[in-house]
C-alpha cells in the first residue's frame, strides 16, 4: 500500500471578463476498494457564486456551480491524501453500455483492419486485454499537438500519433471489438505533472486498470478521479458562459509519498 | 356525416391570421409555411376508435416499461428478445441516463404513433414518435375555427369534443410534477412550431419559456422572475431534443439549453417531458421488436399491427430485403420528417444496385417495410374533390392513466399518388372526428 498527497489545481484566465458561467467539475476522487480517498479537499475561486454538488450516471462525484458576475479568471484546487492498494484492481461489475461504441471509440475501417492483425489468441480476459494494450503501445508513437480532445480514436490511429487520450480512446476501441466491456478512466499519477488517462476493463467481478501509453497494468501511483465511456463523458472540467474573450487553461498536479 | 364544415378558405385566412403556420428549412435558410388545412374531415367511427384506443394504450404502456426496464436492468436483452447490438449504440441512447428513474417511472408522456388504414380497414403502426411529438394543436386550432363558422355541426352530440387536450395535457404536466410551476421550454420563435408552444402555454396554464429564463441551483430548477426573485419549477415540458437540452450533460455548443437540468431531474426535483433518452424506443429499428415488448412485459397479443418489417441486419431478412428490394420502402434508421424514406418502385436499376450495396455494408442503418396500400381521402383542390394519400398521428398522454385523445392530426399528400405525407414534404392537415357512441 502507497500513502499519497496530492494536490490537482486548474486555472483558467479570461482574456476579458466572463459572466453567467455554470460549470461541472470531475475533480473529486472516491473511494473505490483500490483508492481510499481521505476527505479531499475542493477550493474554487472566486468565491462569488453557487456551488454544490452532484453525481452523473457513472458513478463520478460532480462539483456543480454558477457564477453571474463578471471575471476573468477561474480556478479550482483539490487536495487530499490517498492510500492506494499496490494492485490494479477495485471490484465492481459493468453496465451493458460499456461495451458498445461510442463516437469517439467506434471502429473505423483502420482499426477494424488492425484488431484482425492483432485478434488476441488467448481466452482470458486479461490476457487479450494485454495483448491489445501492447499492439497499441507498439503502433503509436506519443506526441503532442498532433490530436485534440475532439480526435476519434479512428483519427488518432490513422495519424499514429498522439497523447494518453488518444492511446486510451483506441484501447477501447480494440477491446470494444473484442468485446471486453471497458471504460475511460481520467486522473492523476505519480511521475506526471499533469492529468493522465488510461483505462478500466471488466473481468466480470472486478474493474482491472491498465495504462496503454506505458504498456503496463495501473500501481499504488495512480490516483483515479473519474471514468466514463470515453473522453467526452467525463471531462475533468466542462464550463459554458457569456463573453467574446478566449481562454488560456493551466493544469498543475503533483503527487508525492507521505 | 363528412360534410365540409363551411368553406376551407375562410378557415385557412383564419389560420394564417392566427399565425398557424409551421417552419422549415431549405437549403440551409428558414422559411414559414402555412400548413394547408381541408375542411373535409376524416371520420373515425366510434367502434374503430374504441379498437385503436386499446391498441394504442396497450402500445404505449410497453413502450414505457421497455425504456424504464433499458434504462435500468435491461431485463429484455438478457433474456434474448432483442440484441444488445440494436440498443447501447441507438444515438438515442442516452448513458447519462442509465440509472435514472423518472417521476412515477413514465418516460413517454405524450406520444404520437402515426397510423395508416389500408384499403381493407385494417389499421398498421407506422412510426412511434416518443421524443417531442409536434401537431397536437393543429387539429385543435382548426377545431376551433370551424366551431365559430359551422357551429350547429358541433352541437349535434355526435362528434367527439377535442377540447379537452388541454386538460389532459395539464393532468399528464401535474401528475409527474415535483413541487413547483408547470412551464414549456421553447428554442424560441425560429422553431417549426413555435406557433404549438405558445398556444400549449396557453391552453393549459404552463409558463411559456426560453433557456435564459431558467436555471438550476443546489439541483433545482428555477425561474426568474421579474423582481429578481426565483419560483421552483416542478415539470418542463420541453420542446427542445435531447442532444441540446443540457450543454454540460450533452452536446457543449447548445444554446438553448439549461445548464445542469439533468442535474436536477436526476436528483429527482424535475420532471421533464418527454425524458430525456427516449429516441432509443422511438429508433426505426427498434419499432421491429415492439409487438415482442408487448408479448414479453404484457403477457398480451398485440392489437394494433405494425406494417411487415425486415431487418436486413438478420440475415434471412438482409436475403429478402435484396430479392425484393423493388417492392419496398427503405427507412433510414436515424432520419425522421420523410427524409431518408424511398420507395423501391421508384428506382431505377442502378440505384436499386447501389441500395443493395449499402445495405449489405451497412446493415444496421436501414430497415425495410412492405408498402401499405393505404387509403385516399377526399380533399378538395382547387374546388375539385380528389382523392390524396393520408396518414393519422394520433396522441396518447401518460398520466395517472394512459389516455388516447378522441381526435389526431390527419395529414395528407398534395401530390397525387405520393405515399409521404409530412409537412416538412408540402403536404396539408384535416381535423380528425371521432365520433359518440350512438
Ligand atoms: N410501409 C409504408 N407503406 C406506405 N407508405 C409508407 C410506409 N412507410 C412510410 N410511408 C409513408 O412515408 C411517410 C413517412 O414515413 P415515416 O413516418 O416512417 O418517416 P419519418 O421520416 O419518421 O416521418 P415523421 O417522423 O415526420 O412521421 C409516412 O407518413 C407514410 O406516408
Ligand atoms: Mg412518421
Known sequence: ?258 | MNTPVADARAINELLARYGVKFGIYKNGSFKEQLFPFDAIPRVITAEDFADMEKGLVQRVDALNMFLADIYSEGKIIKDGIIPEDFVYISKGYLAPCAGVMPPKGIYSHISGIDLVQAKDGEWYILEDNLRIPSGASYPLIARELCRMTSPSVFESGKIADNRNYASLLRSTMDNVNCGGINVILTPGRYNAAYFEHSYLAEKTGAVLVQNTDLFVEDNILYMKDYLGGKTKVGAVYRRISDEYLDPLTFLPESLIGVPHIMDAYRAGNVAILNAPGNGVADDKGIYYFVPKMIKYYLDEEPILKNAPTYLPFYEEDRKYVLDNLEKLVIKDVSEAGGYGVVFGRDMTKEQLSDWRTLITEQSRRFIAQEVIDFIDLEVMENGQSVMRKADLRAFVLSGEKTRVWPSGLTRFSRIADSFVVNSSQGGGFKDTWVLLPE
Open chain 1, 1 to 258: 500500500m502507497k500513502r499519497l498527497q496530492f494536490e490537482f489545481q486548474t486555472n483558467l484566465d479570461f482574456s476579458c471578463g466572463m459572466s453567467e458561467h455554470c460549470f461541472t467539475l470531475r475533480c473529486i476522487p472516491v473511494s473505490d476498494g483500490r483508492q481510499t480517498i481521505a476527505e479531499p479537499k475542493c477550493v474554487i475561486l472566486p468565491h462569488s457564486g453557487k456551488v454544490w454538488r452532484s453525481r452523473d450516471s457513472f458513478g463520478n462525484t460532480l462539483i456543480c456551480g454558477r457564477m453571474n458576475e463578471e471575471h476573468s479568471g477561474f480556478l479550482f484546487k483539490v487536495s487530499g491524501e490517498a492510500s492506494i492498494e499496490n494492485s490494479c484492481e477495485a471490484p465492481g461489475i459493468a453496465q451493458p453500455f460499456y461495451r458498445a461504441y461510442t463516437e469517439l471509440t467506434a471502429a473505423g475501417e483502420k482499426l477494424l483492419a488492425f484488431y484482425e492483425e492483432n485478434r488476441p489468441a488467448a481466452a482470458d480476459v486479461r490476457l487479450r486485454a494485454e495483448q491489445l494494450c501492447e499492439a497499441v503501445y507498439n503502433a503509436m508513437v506519443y506526441q503532442r499537438g498532433e490530436t485534440g480532445v475532439k480526435t476519434t480514436a479512428e483519427e488518432a490511429f490513422s495519424v499514429g500519433k498522439g497523447v494518453c487520450q488518444d492511446y486510451a480512446h483506441i484501447f477501447l476501441s480494440l477491446l470494444r471489438t473484442d468485446g471486453i466491456p471497458c471504460r475511460y478512466a481520467s486522473g492523476l499519477a505519480f511521475e506526471c505533472g499533469e492529468t493522465h488517462a488510461w483505462v478500466e476493463i471488466n473481468d466480470g467481478t472486478r474493474w482491472i486498470g491498465i495504462d496503454p501509453t506505458h504498456n503496463r497494468y495501473i500501481g499504488g501511483g495512480y490516483i483515479k478521479l473519474c471514468h466514463g465511456r470515453d473522453y467526452s463523458d467525463c471531462p475533468i472540467e466542462r464550463g459554458i458562459y457569456r463573453g467574446n474573450g478566449d481562454s488560456v487553461q493551466t493544469v498543475s498536479s503533483k503527487v508525492t509519498e507521505v
